[in-house]
T-cell receptor, first 110, second 113 residues
Framework: GIQVEQSPPDLILQEGANSTLRCNFS?????LQWFHQNPWGQLINLFY???GTKQNGRLSATTVATERYSLLYISSSQTTDSGVYFC????????????FGKGTLLTVNP | DGGITQSPKYLFRKEGQNVTLSCEQN?????MYWYRQDPGQGLRLIYY???????QKGDIAEGYSVSREKKESFPLTVTSAQKNPTAFYLC????????????FGQGTRLTVV
């Protein structure tokens, strides 16, 4: 099956710093999503981005499908950004299931 | 409000007992999924259903069972055959057609005591 690798596994920042999270995947994909898992465990949808660039406030994401990677940018980080960020992909066609990476644990200190 | 509702939020089970986790969605999505998350790990797919009365095994289906009798409901039963059932369980749904963006419920934390 498709492999998804996220880096770095852990990241510690001071409030106000910027960061870039990376997601590499081993095959072509029809769907790529970024999620933030909050302290209560819920997965919050950040971006649905199989290709191209999107921005939402301080967050933006870019997926280069031909090179099989996606980047999540967090600018001016806040303590509330802390948590685990997951990348998940889907190959499309008749199979809709998502395959997840192991996540990046982000800690933003005040 | 449209969304995915999982219940209960916390569940305790004695060894040897079966337990059923509920997942309901009112998003009119065709596809539904169950994932398991262990501490410090990503999510692994247990079962998924792309249409009513049909479902497929995911990567870790052993010891679990599901049903899909209604479009909006996809309950997961953790059976006594599941050797290590203590985990966080997440249910998701997607349209399953062109736009396959998935949305998740709030999860059920199952502890075997």
């Amino acid at each position: 099956g498709i492999q998804v690798e996220q880096s770095p596994p852990d990241l510690i920042l001071q409030e106000g710093a910027n960061s870039t999270l990376r997601c590499n995947f081993s095959d072509s994909v029809n769907n790529l999503q970024w999620f933030h898992q909050n302290p209560w465990g819920q997965l919050i949808n950040l971006f649905y981005i199989p290709s191209g660039t999107k921005q939402n406030g301080r967050l933006s994401a870019t997926t280069v499908a031909t090179e099989r990677y996606s980047l999540l940018y967090i600018s001016s980080s806040q303590t509330t950004d802390s948590g685990v960020y997951f990348c998940a992909v889907n190959r499309g066609g008749s199979n809709y299931k998502l395959t997840f990476g192991k996540g990046t644990l982000l800690t933003v200190n005040p | 409000d449209g969304g995915i509702t999982q219940s209960p939020k916390y569940l305790f089970r004695k060894e040897g007992q079966n337990v059923t986790l509920s997942c309901e969605q009112n998003l009119n999505h065709d596809a539904m999924y169950w994932y398991r998350q262990d501490p410090g790990q990503g999510l692994r797919l247990i079962y998924y259903s792309q249409i009513v009365n049909d479902f497929q095994k995911g990567d870790i289906a052993e010891g679990y069972s599901v049903s899909r009798e209604k479009k909006e409901s996809f309950p997961l039963t953790v059976t006594s055959a599941q050797k290590n059932p203590t985990a966080f369980y997440l249910c998701a749904s997607s349209t399953g057609i062109v736009n396959t963006e998935a949305f998740f419920g709030q999860g059920t934390r199952l502890t075997v005591v």
